[in-house]
C-alpha cells in the first residue's frame, strides 16, 4: 500500500522561482489537503479540497495555488517563490466521514 | 477562528514516570484527534475521539474527551525511550468540508 505519496521529497529554489508539488493517494478518498510545517507553529492549512474538480483555501493560502482535476492527485504551485515559503509541506487525504486523515512523507522546501 | 493550544510544549520525563499532555480549543467540535511524529518524519495517527466522554488507549498511551470543557488528555503511563516524539492534537472545524486545525505540539523527551 502506497498510501499517500509526495513528490519531490526536497527541493531547492531561488527567490521567483516557480515549481509544483504533488500529492497522489491510493486509497480513493475524497478529501485532501496541503499543510506546512513550520518550527513551533504545528502545522498549519494551505489549501484543501473535498472531491475532484473542488477546491478551497485554507488558513494560509495566499502565494499558493491548488489544482485537483484527479480525484487521487492534488497539486499544490507556487508561482513566484519567497524565502518565506521555506518549509515542510505535508499533503494529506482522508475519508468523507473525517474518520482520520494520512499524512505523506513530506517535501522539504528551501527558497533562498 | 478555531485555536488549539497544547500544553506543555516540551516535556523532558525519565522513564516509568506518568504524564499528561494537555489540548484545548476554542470553538465547539465533535472530533479531535491525536498525531504521533518522529524527526524528520511524518504524522502518524495515534487516537481519534469522536464524542464527549471518549476515551481510548494504546499500549502506554490514553486518550480521552470533554467536549464541554474542550479540553483533551494525552495520558502516558510509565514512560519508555520510544515514546519520545512530537505529539500533536487537531481539532476538526466543521463546515462545508473537514478541515483539521493543529496545536503548536509536545516534544516529548523520555531519558533513561
Known amino acids: 500500500n502506497a498510501g499517500v505519496t509526495q513528490t519531490p521529497k526536497f527541493r531547492v529554489l531561488k527567490t521567483g522561482q516557480s515549481m509544483t508539488l504533488l500529492c497522489a493517494q491510493d486509497?480513493?478518498?475524497?478529501?485532501m489537503y496541503w499543510y506546512r510545517q513550520d518550527p513551533g507553529m504545528g502545522l498549519r492549512l494551505i489549501h484543501y479540497?473535498?472531491?475532484?474538480?473542488?477546491?478551497a483555501k485554507g488558513e494560509v493560502p495566499d502565494g499558493y495555488n491548488v489544482s485537483r482535476l484527479k480525484k487521487q492527485n492534488f497539486l499544490l504551485g507556487l508561482e513566484s517563490a519567497a524565502p518565506s515559503q521555506t518549509s515542510v509541506y505535508f499533503c494529506?487525504?482522508?475519508?468523507?466521514?473525517?474518520?482520520?486523515?494520512?499524512f505523506g512523507q513530506g517535501t522539504r522546501l528551501t527558497v533562498v | 477562528e478555531l485555536k488549539v493550544e497544547q500544553n506543555p510544549l516540551f516535556l523532558s520525563m525519565q522513564e516509568g514516570k506518568n504524564y499528561t499532555i494537555y489540548c484545548n480549543y476554542s470553538?465547539?467540535?465533535?472530533?479531535l484527534y491525536w498525531y504521533r511524529q518522529d524527526p524528520g518524519k511524518s504524522l502518524e495517527s495515534l487516537f481519534v475521539?469522536?464524542?464527549?466522554?471518549a476515551v481510548k488507549q494504546e499500549g502506554r498511551l490514553m486518550a480521552s474527551l470533554d467536549t464541554k470543557a474542550r479540553l483533551s488528555t494525552l495520558h502516558i503511563t510509565a514512560a519508555v525511550h520510544d515514546l519520545s516524539a512530537t505529539y500533536f492534537c487537531?481539532?476538526?472545524?466543521?463546515?462545508?468540508?473537514?478541515?483539521?486545525?493543529f496545536g503548536t505540539g509536545t516534544r516529548l523527551q523520555v531519558t533513561l
Open positions: 486509497m480513493n478518498h475524497e478529501y
Open positions: 487537531a481539532v476538526d472545524s466543521t463546515g462545508t468540508a473537514s478541515k483539521l486545525t
Open positions: 494529506a487525504s482522508s475519508y468523507w466521514d473525517r474518520s482520520e486523515a494520512f
Open positions: 479540497s473535498v472531491g475532484e474538480g473542488t477546491t
Open positions: 475521539l469522536l464524542s464527549n466522554g
Open positions: 470553538t465547539t467540535s465533535d472530533r
